[in-house]
């Protein structure tokens, strides 16, 4: 577990510049968090990059650029494409498949200018290690392996790719100053058992309903006995925030023994996502949101789209 609460900027500052582009990991390093997200798919030439999607039509202009390269599912996969023809597109603000709208319209201006491009993982970690270097930091990475039952269909091994990436850069060990993190325990228990890492892991653990996942029973991750096979392969857990605090819609938060539990067996807990511009119905600010959980429910870090604002809360509730 931590010693001290930590701030990990989810898709970097995400709040204020598009998700995972190299802009808005720099502008999350200048405010000041922890660690800094990355979600890594591969490209058809398997290189590994950064995108939270395997898709890429909610976050770029691909749909205009290559019209007939969409799947059956009408979706277009990273995995589609090679490097050469990810780095042509344009990304911006994410939105909404159904309206086209921007899921978050208060962001950025889906329709700005300003051109973004989706990063590889190797220029992601640079820029972080070259900010290290720079300003006399050390924040760091928070990796995430996006869909691997689905890569080894299309034949990728995203986890030897990542890890090799990792190691190149000095990542390997649990004194490394990095996180792994993964929906599938599969790709967990390969990563840690086959493949011999050291990393710190994290077991993410979504809702049943949401069936990103199949065959995985996160409901049983919420349970005594669910943890402890969780504490055999993982450091920790990243559950949704509702798991430890549930949202009835105006009245307290319905609490979970969650984070004791996990704590228990030696687990750290990174609940996901905190947005200052969604704020479940029990939260009367962004800070008194935090205060619930950092101070209520006893987390160990957080994700958030908002890391300026996070490192603010737990610098006047003298954490740092």
Known sequence: ?????????????????????????????????????????????????????RFLDTVSNVARL??????????????????????????????????????????????????????TLEEEIELIQGLNKSTGKDIGIYTELKAPAFHA????????????????????????????QCFEPASIVFMREKLKSGLKMIQLIGDNSWE????????????????????????????????????QKGKEPQMTRLVEWAHERSLCVHPYTFRYDSIPSYGKSFDDLLDIFFEKAGVDGIFTDFPDKAVAFLQKAGYR
């Open 153 to 180: 269909r299309e034949g990728k091994h995203i986890e030897e790719t990542v890890l090799d990436v990792l190691s190149r850069y000095g990542y390997s060990g649990k004194d490394s100053n990095c996180y792994i």
């Open 212 to 247: 990103d996942t199949p065959g995985v029973d996160y409901n049983r991750m919420l349970t005594p006995e669910g943890l402890d096979e969780v504490a055999r392969y993982a450091d920790g857990i990243g559950p949704w925030m509702n798991q430890i605090a549930a949202d």
């Open 66 to 119: 290559f019209p007939a390269r969409k799947r059956e599912d009408g979706r277009y996969y990273a995995v589609d494409f090679t490097l050469k023809e990810i780095k042509g597109l344009g990304v911006h603000e994410r939105v909404d498949r159904a309206t086209g709208r921007a899921v978050y319209p208060d962001r950025f201006p889906e329709n700005a200018a300003t051109r973004f491009e989706i990063p």
């Open 1 to 53: 577990m931590e010693k001290k609460p930590i701030i990990i900027a989810h898709r970097g500052a995400s709040g204020y510049l598009p998700e995972h582009t190299i802009a808005c990991k720099a502008m999350a390093y200048a405010m000041g968090p922890d660690f800094i997200e990355q979600d890594v798919v591969l490209t058809r030439d398997g290189r590994p990059i950064v995108v939270h999607d």
